[in-house]
């Protein structure tokens, strides 16, 4: 599975999904040779039954499928989780206590305190005949995802990134920026020191540092250990087909006029 490539120290990528509520969008994005999806909870309008019912056939493909909650909450990440998802981001993490909090819910002991579901999605609907074992191997290949993108989150992204159980430091360009009081520029000197300072922590403490972003913007950090790529979301993907289709039929009612 793609997390088994992550721990061990490779790169894993995928996209964002808003939009697309069909399971075949896991097939497809595993036929194009994706590692994972994201869905996106935070900003679109997917229930927890959703995300059921595309977990499923997704990581039955091979294709590893992620969580972007709405907020940090005991019933949201372990809700994610349960429903078969490999791992989850919580938005707008920004302190160690709530990094903790995340890890605590996320992962089994003894890493963590989340409470235990004997079967489901999660356990490819098997039953555990060694708990104990059964948890340790969720715990490796379960991600608690922390999304880097306020200026309290870099302010303690030491303490953040030590927090056992926390696997992932991903950016968030777009908010990052408007946190740090530079909205629509991803590309000052204060947010490439920043990130930087990102990239060292999960350097300094073992974690895996992601980003979502343009591909262009992320070339620029894969000498600092870039490992978790997230490029796009469905809606985008969506509208730049429509808008090439729409260009594509403008031409041929350009040429039905002057006929």
Not at 46 to 71: H, K, M, N, Q
Not at 91 to 114: D, H, L, N
Not at 207 to 225: R, S, T
Request: glycine share 10%; net charge neutral; aromatic share 6%.
């Amino acid at each position: 599975m793609p997390i088994d490539k992550l721990r061990e120290g490779r790169a894993i990528s995928g996209t964002m999904v808003r939009l697309a509520k069909t399971p075949v969008v896991g097939l497809m994005a595993r036929a194009a040779g994706m590692d994972f999806i994201m869905l996106d909870l935070e900003h679109g309008a997917y229930s927890f039954e959703t995300v059921w019912d595309l977990a499923g056939p997704s990581r039955a493909a091979g294709l590893d499928v992620f969580v972007r909650v709405p907020e940090l909450s005991r019933g949201n990440v372990s809700r994610a989780l349960d429903c078969g998802c490999a791992g989850v981001m919580v938005p707008m993490t920004e302190t160690v206590e709530q990094a903790r909090a995340f890890a605590a819910w996320a992962k089994y002991p003894p890493i963590g305190g989340s409470g235990l579901s004997s079967n489901g999605p999660h356990t490819g609907c098997r039953r555990w005949s060694d708990v104990a074992a059964g948890m340790a191997e969720a715990n490796r290949m379960t991600l608690a995802i922390a999304q880097i993108e306020t200026a309290l989150a870099i302010q303690n992204i030491d303490a953040i990134a030590a927090t056992p159980g926390i696997d992932v430091l991903l950016i968030g360009p777009n908010d990052l920026a408007l946190s740090l009081g530079n909205p629509g520029d991803i590309r000052s000197a204060e947010q490439m020191q920043a990130i930087r300072r990102v990239a060292e922590a999960a350097r300094r403490h073992g974690k895996v540092f992601g980003m979502h972003a343009a591909p262009e913007y992320m070339e620029a950090w894969i000498g600092e250990g870039l490992r978790f790529i997230m490029n796009g979301i469905d809606m985008g993907m969506l509208d730049a087909g429509f808008q090439a289709a729409q260009k594509q039929n403008q031409a041929l009612m350009n040429k039905i006029g002057t006929a």
